[in-house]
């Protein structure tokens, strides 16, 4: 047995077969004896993959299990591991698999999330939780609710108020809306972010002074002021030498054109220092720049540079910088000052409403790991991890990480096996926090000192041959593109973190795959829209006819994943696939997407909603008109201006809308669920086959409203608002449809086919204003801060250019990852849309499409696929590869067998709510006829006069009753057993039955209230209420007859006793 | 084949003969239902019926005693441990955390640990002393190692963990003391009482019969062990061999220690049943989509089971009991009876909904100057809530209305208190002392008027039993002020568990149950439905404040044991069974994904027969989608009769109407969004906006303008306004501004005006635009204003022609304000928004293709038409201007309008004469279009126009 290193860093590049790793590492550890599994803790990205993980775990232990098959790698490493043979092997995993399935609950693969709460829960008490709470993963809405808190303040918080009027005169001054709601709930969402934690408690002290903010605004506006002044005299100045000189503007090279003419902007309030281009500062630190050959004012202008004007400019620069650093801060300044509110609202509201959000897991868990030894933690939590399995580490935060740490070392201190694994390639996860810097080196850095083995998965053993020397290639071209366009555009070096990233790019081709004999098929179509057409139209119009050629070529539809950025593109695709007519066919594509099939898109949805809406209030003429145009959509019919003038629908559908309106007043009384089935029936939309899985998704959304809500339906129809839209239908995977999916979501998956049609995003977006934390402490006068940053371009020429620099590095990461994902998840086929612009029009690699331009007209390296070389300029496409070969016969789709049935049939017509026994009337007291029933099954209920009143208190205790009330029974009951017969019923002398079953033959039985057994005798009492009446003596007399039938020594007394009026009748 | 209980059943009579003395004790009283019908089935001559009870109602039977309820317990419990520490904890801070401790005073007792030792804090001491030998070695080295983990550095969660531990013990003890001086028990003492004093009980007369159990507790087990050994009782065992002989079953885990023990063992019957393996049940597997899915699923499959059916001997097992109404509700019509174990939720019943929402609203109520006001959201969602509107439709809607048209953000609660009792108990000021009352009288008020057995007035009653258990417990035991958010959690928790029940002949039809309740009983086609994982078996819930090691140490159940029950729940269901159905889904909640359950796993790998299944079969659900249709609506002759509505002969009795430019603009956008709303008059619905939209903010901005030069003009009696007039005016604006919001909101003038957080800051922004507005007058005094708003309405007609020749068609607008500066008529409009004041030319304003198409030219140009109407004698150029809020700052702000004429060209538009025949020529031609009969009502292709616009839904967009 080679000799174990505690420590395993896996790099797996993209299909290198990670997931086998993490198998294999896992079946290493489990089957070291039957039980190590409780020990092994397998740490995944999604709940998604959880599951597949578990599944996989589970069906490995099955085969070897059934065959150890020593021809398979992992068969023979297991076996290798503990020098076993096949057989020992199988009974190994026999045991081990035996041992998961029935502790099931320890067999430990989890989410980072969810092995965090539940040590959490653990800590409860420790970190001053409630004992119960909520976990709020909704963040959104939270900082909405925030925000209303606050306003809400501004009425008695003079401060909060000016604050924030002048937060909206500045907004209106810069052209914006004055309602700064939005802007407040945008920049307020950083609170729950990594980034904003990270910096936290300073920004706290910051604003806790309130004078630290008033100095930093005074200070702000006057350093401003004086960047304006300073420009204001720079123009009277230079306009001052312009006219001693003679000169106009206009003179200077360039003409109307000229950059001199620059100055004029000059002290422009909104931008006092104009910016000049690259090539305008060449030309204005050159006098010969400054007029053409020919010009008569030459002497004059340079004449002009000499006295000042040549200075002047060189002035610009480091006042431009000075202003972008002043601007770059006050742009988010008000909402900033903000932040010690939406905390202290944040407090207020989680404590109120007990619940923990999501986004503190991670702070809760940093101090639990950090207050305590990881043995501790174990006790508390009841499960003592041995083994860290950690996958898809490229995407762990840095609080994550921090968190895990101290366990991670505990167990690499006693010797232990651990294993993490990733690709920094693949890190797409920064928006949330993702740190792969941690992979990169910074893990390796702080536990190399364990011993460590680094391993770098080559092969890729999920693609055909052309797509992996493709990859290849494109990937080496293009990290090398944008290092070096980072490197010219930031500065020296920057763009080597690209380098190192992508420095392993090679992978080999499989030898299973080679052994395929298929080539794999890579096409990239440069696409130009035909005015006015634009891009995105035009990639849609393509689409569904790319997809009939694949089907061509014998592909199924579940072998195709599109893959896009935003879900909005997915959206659009699903809509142009749902309207596209197959070509001589009469179905439609069918498509399976999170991000698409939005619930509300459905008709019998619309219509229901609508419906909803018109019962919670039937004054809504909207809802009114919606309800029965969606009814109309769903029924395919049209509705004409008859219906929308007067309301009426056509023919035979004619009343409906009247029995809709009639009905409503039953509805309203409805409990939520059922009022949905209700009016899905009253609307007749169970006949709807078409949409069912939409009406399921909405019942599935009422479901679980109900579930955890308060159940009406105004609370129903808000909660629709705010989350109801983001609803949408759920198909099982193994669904024959086309997969739309966004490159983030399609992270460890693979395909058949991957069709890209939107390569055409920015490489480094600043549109959605992103915002880094950035220290300043540029100035004595206030006390250095931390303040929120928009990333635009002018921060590179300011005091934050490093934060800039920073944020543009790992964007460009961030898109180069995204692409590599993206194209590394086809198993056979890429096929990509690029938009198509003028070669001389690209200038730099502001979008994708310039980067993959550029890359297929690039010179390759040594041993690399020349993508230039497939490349047809004319067509403008790249093609490589050639489609399979196979037998492209087609598959015929499985007829499904229709197990459901759909019909609705209302619970109460099969069943009833029992009615509760008791009631009440208007004083509340119980009514007089229920008295005489309560007594009846107390009496019914106790052998003995103790047993009596043990059996009121209990009816208290349920709330039956009230303190009066058990007070005047006890006081009947005492009146009744004045009566020495009714007492000695109730004498614990006697042997008492009551209730006491009698079995009939045949199925049945009776239940006399009272058999008293008195010395020969049996007395058998039946108690009543009501009126005497002789049906009570027949019913006496057929019990005393049964009685005799058993007891047939003993002599039979029967008696009747009427409960209000006390008396007794004996009967013979 | 013979269910279990009809076996035990015929073997008790037979060996017994007469069942009289005889006591029969089983797990849950739904078994003794079926226990006694089996029984009776067999009887061939009357015969007494045996007692037959649970194990609970045996304990309590010798204790002579029942546990308090948990309320009262809780706070007993608070009690003492607010004696024993200092720390300041509120009852309602305590009460989940008591919840908890009960649980594990409870487990403590039920399992004989000794409190004294479990609590023992043994950091300091490293070794175990002498008197723990009633320990196992292994049990010492889990308390060791429990208690190793605290070596090491001092860290303060160690400390806080300590701190709470050391009281457990005093509080255990204080606590049993403290109830047993109020004469009340908890469950676990019962047990352990009644299980310690063994020797004390008295002799039983009565042949006991223990039937279906499968896991003891300690103090169940030693007293059942007593019971077998003394007095003869009997055990019949509900078991299989396939787990009991495979050592990793769980669900053999019990019966296993069982069969070794010298009592208990010889009770086990001398041959095990083994219907598992022999029996070869078919068992399938399923897979849906969606949770809901598999209500459809369970009736699809009733629907296929043929001929005659005993729908008893068909379950259907809901480990999620929420399943329950989906399922009930597509029943198959053949079902003609169910019966059902579970009970009807009263958290779901409207009854619930509508006090939880009046719990709620105290939560928005506030005190201000001594008046009482709730906020407006849960104000109008009761005031739309059935219970109210029922009570007196008239005034909910009426003041439902107010509420809108005032936009009250609170509204005060002494108006809502005038619709009735009902109303007056519910906008009240709830506090802890008036909480109960306030809700038990709304509950009777509720009640009053409903009829005596309807369904609404026994949910009422459910609740009303148990408010009025609450309020007892807080009347005599609870001395604590608890806060009314308290309140409504407790409320809410003591509803979440509250369930009505339900009618029925309980051994009749279709069964339907969930998992607990099945114990003991079989049928011959079960149907499972949510075999997941969290659902079957349940998630984990081992909440403790006994670390794991050392609730094993001391025997008291951990997960193992939990794991154990519910798998010989699940086994057993199968030991007689013929046919199984296991139905998961594949969906989760909060974005969890449905796993399936670990006992299909087990069955699928372990078990081998040929009944089995061995992979799921997947429900698919249909997913095609009805595409949108067009909407286009023709003019009909019912339509063209409106439409002459705006021309010079309106028709017969119909009134007389206008084009204003905002109709012309909305018919150019979108020529259905202009039907819907000018012809159809579709209403759309207000809400109470705490926001203050766009659309409120520019009424208040005219408003507070017109008020301003109106307040001006009135004062001054004179129409011009000079330079020096300014800074007085400038006093104006506040009050201005006031009086548009008040009548904006519908205030009387007297009425405090109080605003809400986003109005007070749309008033001091209002003030601003004010200023700036009056600043830029400034620049241009001396001018005469000569209208406002207020005398407003200009009107004009122009000729068009249509089939039936040339009609007049009439144009109105509101023109904000109109001046004269010099010898310049200006046509002044202001706005709220951005809007642009360049233009492309005349046509451009006519063109809706056009993206950027500037409606506010537009308008103001054709209020140069108006205006000509109005005065023909007027010579003077007309000027349209825009006074837009977000450029009145700026330093270079210009108000009239620019027609683009090329890059960089542009040109101020100083008369609207020069502009008059183009214009139009093309609002004529715009106007043919609409009243042209050829020409539909139809939908913008720009869908950007419909992000907006009220009826997208109409046109699904």
């Not at chain 1, 994550?400 to 390639?425: A, C, H, I, Y």
């Not at chain 1, 629709?720 to 490159?743: F, M, N």
């Amino acid at each position: 047995m080679a000799s174990q290193t505690p420590f395993h860093i896996y790099k797996s590049s993209a299909g290198s077969g990670k997931t086998y790793t993490l198998t294999t590492a896992y079946l290493k550890l489990a089957l070291e004896n039957p039980l190590a599994f409780r020990q092994i803790l397998a740490v995944t990205f999604t709940n998604k993959a959880t599951q597949e993980m578990k599944e996989r775990i589970i069906q490995e232990l099955k085969r070897i299990k059934n065959k150890a098959d020593e021809t398979q790698p992992m068969d023979r490493d297991l076996m290798g591991r503990w020098d076993l043979k096949p057989s020992e092997l199988s009974q190994r995993a026999a045991m081990a698999l035996t041992a998961i399935l029935h502790d099931y609950g320890s067999f430990s693969v989890s989410t980072i999330d969810s092995f965090f709460q539940r040590v959490i829960r653990a800590f409860a008490r420790e970190i001053d939780l409630q004992a119960k709470y909520d976990v709020e993963l909704d963040q959104e809405s939270i900082m909405e609710r925030i925000v209303d808190r606050l306003l809400m303040r501004v009425v008695d918080e003079p401060d909060l108020h000016r604050w924030l009027v002048d937060f909206s005169i500045h907004e209106i001054q810069k052209g914006n809306s004055w309602n700064t709601k939005k802007s407040i709930q945008d920049l307020g969402k950083k609170v729950f972010q990594e980034d904003f934690k990270k910096v936290q408690k300073e920004i706290r002290n910051f604003l806790e002074e309130p004078d630290n903010l008033k100095s930093l605004i005074s200070h702000l506006y006057q350093q401003k002021q004086l960047v304006i002044r300073q420009a204001e005299e720079m123009k009277a100045e230079a306009h001052q030498i312009r006219k001693n000189l003679e000169l106009e503007w206009e003179d200077f090279k360039g003409g109307s054109r000229s950059f001199v003419k620059k100055i004029d902007q000059l002290g422009n309030p909104e931008s006092p220092i104009p910016e000049l281009t690259d090539l305008q500062k060449i030309f204005s630190k050159n006098p010969e720049d400054w007029y053409t050959k020919t010009s008569k004012k030459k002497s004059a202008i340079e004449a002009a540079f000499h006295e000042g004007l040549g200075e002047l400019f060189s002035r610009f620069e480091p006042l431009l910088k000075t202003w972008n650093t002043l601007d770059a801060m006050t742009k988010n300044l008000y909402v900033f000052g903000l932040f010690g509110y939406l905390l202290e609202e944040l407090e207020g509201l989680k404590e109120e409403e007990n619940m923990l959000l999501i986004s503190e897991a991670n702070d809760f868990l940093r101090s639990i790991t950090a207050e305590n030894e990881a043995p501790f933690i174990y006790e508390k939590v009841g499960n003592r991890f041995r083994h860290f399995l950690l996958d898809e580490f490229q995407d762990t935060s840095g609080f994550q990480w921090e968190s895990f740490r101290p366990l991670l070392l505990n167990s690499l201190s006693m010797g232990k096996t651990n294993l993490v694994v990733g690709d920094v390639k693949q890190s797409i996860y920064r928006w949330r926090g993702g740190e792969m810097r941690l992979l990169m080196d910074q893990v390796e850095s702080e536990t190399r000192h364990f011993g460590l083995e680094v391993k770098n998965l080559d092969t890729n053993y999920r693609s055909l041959p052309q797509v992996v020397l493709f990859n290849n290639s494109l990937f080496s071209t293009l990290s090398r593109l944008v290092a070096m366009s980072l490197t010219k555009e930031l500065g020296s070096d920057e763009g080597e973190l690209i380098s190192t990233a992508y420095a392993e790019i090679n992978q080999k081709v499989s030898l299973k795959q080679e052994s395929k004999g298929q080539p794999g098929k890579v096409r990239l179509e440069f696409l130009e829209p035909e005015k006015p057409q634009n891009y995105s139209d035009a990639a849609l119009e393509a689409l569904p006819a790319m997809v009939d050629e694949l089907m061509s070529k014998g592909y199924r539809q579940k072998d195709i994943a599109i893959l896009v950025r935003k879900n909005d593109q997915a959206a659009n695709i699903a809509d142009a696939f749902m309207a596209y007519e197959i070509p001589g066919q009469e179905k439609r594509y069918e498509v399976i997407s999170d991000e698409a099939l939005f619930l509300h898109k459905s008709a019998v949805v619309r219509c229901l909603l609508a419906a909803l809406k018109l019962v919670g209030n039937p004054d809504d003429g909207l809802s009114g008109k919606n309800l029965w145009v969606q009814w109309a959509r769903a029924k395919n019919l049209l509705l004409g201006q008859e219906f929308f003038l007067h309301g009426t629908l056509p023919q035979p559908h004619s009343g409906l809308e009247k029995i809709f309106f009639e009905r409503i007043h039953q509805l309203r009384k409805l409990p939520l669920m059922d009022l949905l089935e209700a009016l899905v029936e009253l609307l007749g939309l169970n006949g709807e086959l078409a949409e069912r899985a939409y009406l399921s998704g909405l019942k599935e959304s009422v479901y679980d409203f109900v579930g955890k809500n308060r159940a009406d339906l105004a609370s129903f129809l808000v909660w629709w608002e705010q989350q109801g839209h983001k609803r949408t239908v759920k198909l099982p995977d193994t669904h024959d449809a086309i997969r739309i999916l966004t490159i983030h979501k399609s992270k460890g998956l693979q395909f058949k086919v991957v069709l890209l049609p939107f390569l055409d995003w920015k490489v480094f977006d600043t549109a959605k204003d992103p915002i880094v934390w950035a220290p300043y402490s540029g100035d004595e006068a206030v006390p250095p801060v931390i303040m929120p940053l928009t990333v635009r371009k002018e921060l590179l020429n300011s005091a934050f250019a490093p934060a800039y620099r920073e944020e543009s590095l790992l964007s460009h990461l961030d898109t180069l990852n995204m692409l590599y994902v993206a194209f590394t998840r086809a198993e056979e086929v890429i096929w990509g849309l690029v938009p198509f612009k003028e070669p001389e029009k690209r200038n730099g690699i502001g979008r994708v499409d310039d980067l993959l331009f550029f890359a297929l007209n690039q010179q390759v390296a040594e041993g690399e696929l020349n993508l230039k070389a497939h490349f047809d300029s004319k067509t403008r496409i790249l093609d490589l590869g050639s489609w399979p070969t196979w037998d492209s016969g087609v598959k015929p789709a499985i007829d499904r067998q229709e197990i459901m049935a759909w019909k609705y049939r209302p619970w109460r017509d099969s069943l009833q709510v029992r009615q509760v026994f008791g009631d009440f009337d208007e004083t509340g007291m119980i009514a007089k006829r229920d008295f005489g029933r309560l007594v009846h099954t107390l009496i019914e209920k106790s052998s003995t006069r103790k047993d009596f009143v043990l059996e009121l208190e209990a009816l208290y205790f349920e709330g039956a009753i009230n303190k009066e009330e058990m007070v005047l029974l006890e006081k009947q009951f005492k009146t009744l057993c004045e009566v020495p017969e009714f007492n000695s019923w109730f004498d614990d002398g006697y042997r008492i039955l009551t209730e006491q079953g009698i079995l009939m033959p045949g199925g049945g039985s009776k239940r006399p209230d009272r058999l008293v057994f008195k010395k020969g005798t049996v007395e058998v009492v039946d108690f009543k209420t009501g009126k005497e009446s002789p049906s009570h003596r027949d019913q006496v007399r057929g019990y005393m007859e049964l009685i005799r039938q058993i007891e047939k020594d003993k002599a039979v007394t029967g008696f009747l006793c009427y409960l209000e009026t006390g008396s007794i009748i004996r009967i013979s | 084949m013979d269910s279990f209980l009809k076996e035990t059943a015929k073997t008790l009579l037979q060996s017994k003969g007469d069942l009289k003395g005889v006591k029969v004790i089983l797990p849950n009283r739904r078994a003794g239902l079926f226990f006694v019908k089996y029984l009776s089935q067999m009887a061939d001559k009357p015969l007494w019926m045996p007692e037959v009870i649970t194990i609970e109602d045996l304990f309590y039977q010798f204790a002579e005693k029942k546990p308090a309820d948990k309320l009262t317990l809780i706070y007993e419990l608070y009690r003492v441990y607010q004696a024993l520490t200092e720390r300041e904890e509120s009852f309602d801070r305590f009460f989940f955390w008591g919840e908890m401790i009960l649980k594990d005073f409870n487990d403590l007792d039920q399992f004989l640990v000794n409190p004294e030792k479990l609590f023992t804090n043994l950091k300091e001491q490293k070794v175990l002393e002498s008197d723990w030998s009633f320990l196992s070695p292994e049990q010492v080295k889990l308390i060791r190692e429990f208690w190793a983990s605290f070596e090491g550095r001092d860290r303060a969660h160690q400390e806080k963990f300590l701190k709470f531990w050391d009281i457990l013990y005093p509080l255990y003890t204080g606590f049993n003391a403290a109830i047993e001086s109020l004469g009340m028990a908890y469950g676990g003492k019962i047990y352990r009482d009644v299980a310690t004093g063994l020797e004390t009980l008295k002799p039983i007369e009565e042949q006991l019969v223990f039937v279906g159990f499968n896991a003891f507790t300690t103090t169940e087990e030693r007293l059942i062990k007593h019971l077998v050994n003394h007095f003869g009782a009997e055990i019949f065992w509900d078991l299989d061999t396939y787990y009991l002989n495979q050592p990793e079953q769980e669900a053999g885990l019990f019966f296993r220690s069982y069969q070794k023990d010298p009592i208990l063992g010889p009770t086990f019957p001398e041959r095990i049943p083994n219907f598992l393996q022999q029996h070869k049940a078919m068992i399938k597997t399923y897979n849906v989509p969606l949770k809901i899915n598999q209500a459809n699923l369970v009736a699809g499959l009733l629907e296929q089971v043929k001929g005659e059916e005993n729908w008893e001997e068909t379950v259907v097992i809901l480990p999620e009991e929420q399943l329950l109404f989906p399922l009930l509700n597509v029943l198959p019509e053949k079902i003609n009876r169910v019966n059902v174990t579970m009970g009807y939720p009263v958290r779901q019943t409207p009854v619930y909904t509508f006090l939880e929402a009046v719990l709620e609203l105290q939560r928005y109520a506030k005190m201000e100057d001594g008046e009482l006001l709730f906020y407006h959201k849960p104000v109008k969602d009761l005031l739309s809530n059935v219970f109210l509107t029922e009570m007196a439709p008239e005034f909910s809607k009426q003041v439902h209305d107010e509420l809108l048209r005032t936009n009250a953000i609170y509204f005060p609660a002494g108006k809502l208190r005038e619709g009735g009792e009902v109303f007056a108990l519910v906008f009240q000021l709830y506090t802890a002392e008036t909480i109960m009352d306030y809700l038990l009288e709304l509950i009777r008020a509720l009640a009053a008027p409903l009829e005596e057995k309807s369904m609404e007035r026994t949910y009422l009653y459910q609740c009303f039993k148990q408010m009025n258990r609450l309020k007892a417990v807080f009347d005599q035991e609870i001395k604590e002020a608890v806060s009314v958010g308290f309140f409504t959690r407790l409320f809410r928790q003591v509803f979440a568990e509250s369930r009505l029940p339900f009618q029925g002949e309980p051994l009749e039809g279709l069964q339907l149950m969930g998992v607990l309740e099945t114990r003991n009983l079989d049928f011959k086609r079960v149907i499972i439905c949510s075999m997941n994982e969290g659902s079957f078996p349940p998630s984990k819930s081992m909440d403790s404040l006994v670390p794991f090691n050392l609730r094993q140490a001391f025997g008291m159940p951990v997960q193992e044991q939990n794991d154990a029950i519910y798998a010989y729940t699940f086994y057993r269901l199968l030991h007689r069974a013929e046919e199984v159905h296991l139905i998961y889904s594949t969906a989760g909640s909060q974005g969890q994904v449905g796993e399936k359950s670990r006992y299909i796993h087990q069955l699928q790998i372990e078990m081998e027969h040929s009944g089995i299944q061995k992979d799921d079969t997947l429900v698919h659900v249909p997913v095609n989608l009805t595409q949108a249709k067009p909407i286009q609506i023709q003019k009909s002759p019912s339509i063209l009769r409106v439409l002459e509505r705006y021309t010079d002969s309106p028709g017969e009795g119909q009134t007389a109407t206008s084009f204003s430019p905002s109709a012309i603009n909305m018919y150019l956008d979108c020529r259905l969004k202009f039907f819907l709303t000018y012809i159809a008059a579709v209403e759309v619905p207000d809400e109470v906006q705490e926001a203050v939209d766009p659309a409120i903010f520019g009424n208040l901005v005219h408003q507070s303008l017109e008020n301003l030069y109106a307040g001006f003009i009135a004062r001054k009696g004179r129409n011009w306004v000079e330079a020096s007039d300014i800074d007085g005016l400038m006093d104006y604006i506040s009050p201005a501004v006031e009086k548009a919001i008040r009548a904006q909101y519908f205030l009387d003038e007297d009425a405090t005006l109080k605003l809400t957080g986003q109005l007070t800051i749309a008033r001091d922004v209002l003030q601003k635009y004010l200023a700036g507005v009056l600043e830029q007058d400034r620049l241009t005094t001396p001018f005469e204003i000569i209208s406002l708003e207020g005398n407003k309405k200009y009107a004009t007609q122009l000729p068009v022609t249509t089939r039936s020749g040339v009609r007049r068609v009439s144009l109105s607008g509101i023109i904000d304000r109109v001046d004269r500066v010099g010898t310049t008529i200006r046509l002044i409009d202001y706005k709220s928004g951005n809007d642009k004041k360049d233009f492309k030319g005349i046509p451009g304003l006519f063109d809706r293709e056009d993206k950027s198409r500037n409606r506010a030219a537009m308008q103001t140009l054709f209020y140069g038409l108006l205006y000509e109407a109005r005065h023909p004698e007027n010579k003077s150029p007309l000027k349209p201007a825009l006074f837009s809020l977000r450029d009145v700052f700026k330093e270079d702000f210009s108000p009239y309008l620019r027609e683009v004429l090329g890059p960089g060209k542009r040109q101020e538009v100083n008369d609207f004469a020069d502009y008059r025949e183009d214009f139009v020529g093309e609002l004529t031609r715009i106007l043919e279009e609409i009243i042209n009969p050829g020409q539909d009502f139809d939908q913008t292709d720009d869908l950007e126009k419909c992000r907006l616009c009220p009826f997208s839904e109409i046109c699904s967009r």
